[in-house]
Nanobody, 122 residues
Framework: VQLVESGGGLVQAGGSLKLSCVAS????????MGWFRQAPGKEREFLAA???????MYADSVKGRFTISRGNDRNMVYLQMKNLKPEDTALYYC?????????????????WGQGTQVSVSS
């Protein structure tokens, strides 16, 4: 599975961004897809995951502000982010869990994109 993220950028606090991830490969459409982020000096942090088209899981830190969704062909995954805060500044990664389990642990995701930078100014 190959993953390519896009949609990052610089936004003011309170603003919104929508990240996209295109997945290609034989098992892309059946994988559980997740979004993670990593800020400088911090560990990679789980944000959200989606199984199929509608079963989702969120980290408490982003619940109510971030929404994960999947395109009709299941090869596109999105992360809609609203009410962004300076502490949301990080490199955001799309990841795929080919085992198909809805989990938070980064170690369970076996494919990763290169990341897209999100910067939130105060």
């Amino acid at each position: 599975v190959q993953l390519v993220e896009s949609g990052g950028g610089l936004v003011q606090a309170g603003g919104s961004l929508k990240l996209s991830c295109v997945a290609s490969g034989r098992t892309a459409s059946s994988a559980v897809m997740g979004w993670f982020r990593q800020a400088p000096g911090k560990e990679r942090e789980f944000l959200a995951a989606i199984m199929g088209s509608s079963r989702t899981m969120y980290a408490d830190s982003v619940k109510g502000r971030f929404t994960i969704s999947r395109g009709n062909d299941r090869n596109m995954v999105y992360l809609q982010m609203k009410n962004l805060k300076p502490e949301d500044t990080a490199l955001y990664y799309c990841a795929a869990n080919s085992q198909g389990t809805l989990r938070m642990a980064a170690a369970l995701y076996d494919y990763w994109g290169q990341g897209t930078q999100v910067s939130v100014s105060s």
